[in-house]
C-alpha cells in the first residue's frame, strides 16, 4: 500500500503525518488542541484538519465558534457526524437535528444541508465514498 502524508505548511510547520496507510492512529485531544491553537481559529468563526484521507473515506476533524455557519452545500458521500464538544444543528430541507456532546447523525449522499453551532463545538466529520 502507497503511504500518503500532507505537506507542511506556515500555518502547521509540525504538520506532516501520515494521511493514508495500512493503520493511521488519531489522537483527537491532540487534534483539538491542535486546531484550537492555529491563527485560524483565534482569527475567524472556525477552524478544522484532514485527519484521513483516502479514495474512499475522509475524516476531518471541525471546531465552529458559537453562531458560526456551514453554509447550504451537498457532499459526494455518505457523512457521518460526531459531536464531540458542544452543540451544532444539522439542518436538510426535510428535518433539523440538534445534535450534542456524544450525539451523532448519518446522512446520504448528495442531500443538501448546513450546520450551525449553538454553542463553541467541534466535531468528527466522516465522509464515506462508495
Known amino acids: ?5 500532507n505537506d507542511s505548511t ?10 493514508d496507510a495500512a493503520l493511521v492512529t488519531v489522537n483527537l485531544p491532540f487534534y483539538i488542541d491542535q486546531i484550537k491553537n ?12 484532514t485527519i484521513f484521507k483516502s479514495e474512499k473515506l475522509r475524516l476531518v476533524l ?9 453554509a447550504r452545500h451537498t457532499s459526494p ?12 444543528r444539522f439542518i436538510t ?7 450534542n456532546k456524544n450525539q451523532m447523525l448519518v446522512l ?9 453551532a449553538e454553542t463553541e463545538a467541534v466535531f468528527l466529520l466522516s465522509i464515506s465514498i462508495c
Open 62 to 70: 471541525v471546531a465552529l465558534r458559537q453562531a458560526a455557519e456551514m
Open 10 to 19: 506556515p500555518k502547521r510547520p509540525e504538520g506532516e503525518r501520515a494521511l
Open 38 to 49: 492555529e491563527s485560524s481559529w483565534k482569527e475567524s468563526d472556525r477552524n478544522a484538519i
Open 1 to 5: 500500500m502507497l503511504e500518503k502524508s
Open 77 to 88: 458521500g455518505i457523512l457521518h457526524i460526531q459531536t464531540l464538544e458542544g452543540k451544532i
Open 93 to 99: 430541507d426535510q428535518q433539523t437535528v440538534e445534535l
Open 108 to 116: 446520504h449522499e448528495r442531500i443538501p444541508h448546513s450546520v450551525v
